[in-house]
């Protein structure tokens, strides 16, 4: 779709410049294959780095507490019979790794669009500008800025009218003056 829409962007800006339509095509394919792998990159870091059961996460933290004053404004009818002060926490950590994965979820959820976003719509957008721009400073620019042959054709002929009209308003002006 972004490729879509960057090939129909080039084709309107440079409909009367083949020769830099062809290059614009070809610097967005190549910006955005970039792009890609630098997405992909980045996602599967982040997948990496999620896998990692991180007890800073602040989020996580959160969600603890939560739950344990939820446990604590419950208490279970047999706490008040157990005199052993450090219940059995190994019991708690299939709730704990789905809590924490729940949370991985949805922030892998929120990143990844804005990774896309970012990279694959913001920057390539900045680099096609700047490659783009970068053409103007070539020595070559009269083949870069040739026009078609037709429309070239075309823009003489209408110029050619012009000059006629422009005449034909002179010999008018001759006349009344």
């Not at 990692?52 to 739950?67: P, S």
């Amino acid at each position: 779709m972004v490729q879509k829409q960057f090939d129909h962007l080039s084709k309107e800006i440079f409909k009367n410049y083949p020769y830099l339509q062809d290059v614009s095509k070809k610097n967005i394919e190549t910006i955005q294959e970039q792009q890609s792998n630098i997405v992909k990159a980045r996602i599967v870091e982040q997948f990496e780095m999620e896998m990692l059961v991180y007890t800073q996460d602040e989020i996580f933290n959160k969600h603890i507490l939560e739950g344990e004053t939820a446990d604590y404004s419950h208490p279970s009818p047999c706490s008040g019979l157990s005199d052993d002060s450090d219940h059995d926490t190994r019991s708690k950590y299939p709730g704990l790794l789905k809590a924490y994965y729940e949370i991985v979820v949805q922030r892998l959820a929120d990143q990844v669009p804005m990774m896309i976003c970012y990279f694959i719509l913001k920057e390539s957008a900045k680099i096609v500008c700047s490659d783009m721009l970068d053409l103007l400073h070539r020595d070559d620019t009269d083949i870069i800025l040739q026009e078609d042959s037709e429309i070239g054709q075309y823009r003489a002929k209408l110029q050619a009218q012009v000059d006629r009209l422009v005449q034909a308003n002179d010999k008018l002006r001759s006349l009344r003056g």
